[in-house]
């Protein structure tokens, strides 16, 4: 089953790079962009067809391993 | 609008996060991790309420600055 866990800075938290692109994007001549956050997407195959055991599993590897709680968010989404 | 670019490394080319985070994860003790792929994810808000527009453009944007066609493939997906 293949899981996809999406990091993002939290509200508030700066996020400089996302600033960066917003400002590439307005030289490149998108007039109509008001906000870009970039963030991670981490793909993880887990080995079970159990889509309730995934999301678990999952939540577990963002809480330990791949999001740092202080200052950013995951969502969780089941991808097959 | 709000519009997300997930941006990943093709198949075949090799993504030394990924497989940090899977040794990291296995030493954690997540048996069950097949394969872990990194990404970003690139939230848009763009400032319409036509959904076919908001694609459209960042179909643009993803090929003009947010990937690399060598390397990467993207997926868009609206938010709201």
Redesign the interface.
């Known amino acids: 089953m293949k899981v996809a866990v999406?990091v993002?800075l939290k509200k508030g938290v700066l996020d400089p790079q996302?600033k960066a692109?917003l400002h590439?994007?307005e030289t490149?001549g998108?007039k109509?962009?008001?906000?870009?956050?970039?963030?991670?997407?981490?793909?993880?195959?887990?080995?079970?067809n159990n889509k309730e055991e995934a999301i678990k599993?999952a939540k577990?590897?963002a809480d330990?391993?791949?999001a740092n709680p202080v200052i950013e968010n995951y969502k969780i989404e089941v991808k097959e």
Chains 1, 2 share one sequence.
């Open positions: 999406n993002h996302g692109v590439a994007l490149l998108f109509n962009v008001e906000d870009v956050r970039v963030g991670k997407q981490i793909i993880i195959e887990i080995n079970t599993e577990e590897m330990k391993l791949l």
